[in-house]
């Protein structure tokens, strides 16, 4: 049974409803259902609270806008952040599309960016190690067709969705034993290649087997899905919650772990933060940062690496001997001019003379460069 709305009574309920047509000609019905809502909302508090509001030119952001604001914000039990970020950028839609109707350009103004509440943020959520390790072991233990997958996952960062449209031949040879995945076009609407190993080419050997023995008519996946795509991932996360469970391991995972585990791993590894944006086929670094779960111990090393061979500095020379007349002392006397100079720049501020010292370095590093490929004169 329906319930029924008591109708709107509000001047200016008519030119709301109005924008709101004029933005439901493209959007889903349960979109335009979160629209409707809105504008009772609002104009319901505009009526109770500010009852003179009765034209659009009477809008103001103080006290209407930030005092719709703080009654959201008011609302006990409160309401889900989610749902409170949509009120808000809702209404901001419904405010830029009236301001365009109705040429009033101020009404596009009225809320702002910064009013929309910030969506929690969550924490990387790569796996514990000990938990990481306890479930690879169950993986290989069972061999089997989801266990395969999952494996698959934590060895490529790849989003369970872009998993289960893998193509058969997914694999592409690239020099002599390189290997890369194709991943498909998935959640960014983005392609890429993922370098991968040996056990990662053994994993979709495995899968192409078990391929090969289903009764599914082939149909270019890798993976087979009898009863069509959603049943395939509902089927792999029930899996995996049954895997963790056989493995002793209490913590709930999700598919999605592995790929943060994935990244985690290849930033332990040594792999560098661009790098790691293209294996996760992400634009945006702060996404990225998102997956990275970077604890005191690996802070810790990268400090005590930064303090033992800092990549900014010239390497160090080592002590001077006495002076030989050969490509060895040349190159040994070369690396200590390039040291002292460079020592030297640092010393002076931004200006001519250090730029000039600047170019006499990089020549000095090509000179350098140049003496190493010097063949040492037979004797």
């Known amino acids: ?3 029924e709305r008591r109708p709107l009574s509000h001047p200016l309920a008519d030119v709301f409803w109005r924008a709101v047509d004029s933005i ?71 405010l ?4 365009w109707n109705e040429q009033m350009p101020d009404l596009a103004h009225l809320l702002r960016p910064d009013d929309c509440p910030r969506r929690e943020r969550k924490v990387p ?16 233990r069972r061999n089997d067709l989801a266990s395969n997958v999952l494996l698959l996952l934590r ?26 995945i194709h991943v498909p076009l998935g ?11 040996s056990f990662v080419c053994q994993l979709v050997q495995r899968l192409r087997s078990l391929r090969s023995l289903d009764p599914t008519p082939a149909d270019g996946f890798l993976l087979a899905r009898p009863r069509g795509r959603e049943m395939l991932l509902r089927g792999l996360r029930k899996s995996l919650h049954e895997i963790t469970a056989a493995a002793g391991i209490s913590a709930w995972i999700v598919p999605h772990q592995l790929r943060h585990t994935y990244a985690t791993f290849m930033l332990r590894a040594g792999v560098s933060f661009p790098g790691i944006m293209k294996l996760l086929g992400h634009s945006s670094p702060d996404m990225t940062m998102r997956y990275l779960g970077i604890a005191l111990p690996d802070l ?49 501020p931004d200006g001519a003379s250090r730029r000039h010292l600047d170019r006499l370095g990089n020549r000095l590093s090509k000179i350098v460069s140049e003496a190493h490929s010097l063949d040492a004169p037979e004797k």
């Open 1 to 3: 049974m329906t319930r």
């Open 24 to 94: 439901a000609a493209s959007l889903s019905p349960d979109t335009v259902r979160g629209y409707r809502a809105v504008t009772r909302s609002f104009l319901r508090y505009l009526g109770a609270d500010h009852h003179e509001v009765r034209s659009l030119q009477e809008l103001r952001r103080d006290p209407h806008i930030l005092g719709w604001l703080a009654h959201l914000r008011s609302r006990k039990p409160p309401i889900v952040l989610a749902t409170h970020v949509n009120n808000v950028v809702r209404l901001r839609h419904i």
């Open 96 to 99: 830029e599309e009236l301001a």
């Open 125 to 140: 959520r790569p796996l514990l190690a000990e938990d990481d390790q306890l479930l690879q072991q169950e993986l290989v």
């Open 155 to 180: 060895h490529t960062g790849m989003r369970i969705g872009e998993c289960v449209d893998l193509s058969s031949d997914c694999l592409h040879a690239g020099a002599p034993e390189q290997w890369a």
């Open 187 to 197: 959640k960014m609407k983005t392609e890429r290649l993922v370098p991968v190993d």
């Open 300 to 348: 810790q090393r990268e400090y005590q690496q930064a303090r033992s061979q800092p990549r900014h500095l010239v390497p160090q020379p080592r002590p001077l001997s006495p002076a030989r007349a050969d490509l060895s002392g040349l190159v040994q006397a070369l690396q200590a001019a390039q040291h002292v100079l460079e020592m030297f720049r640092r010393t002076l």
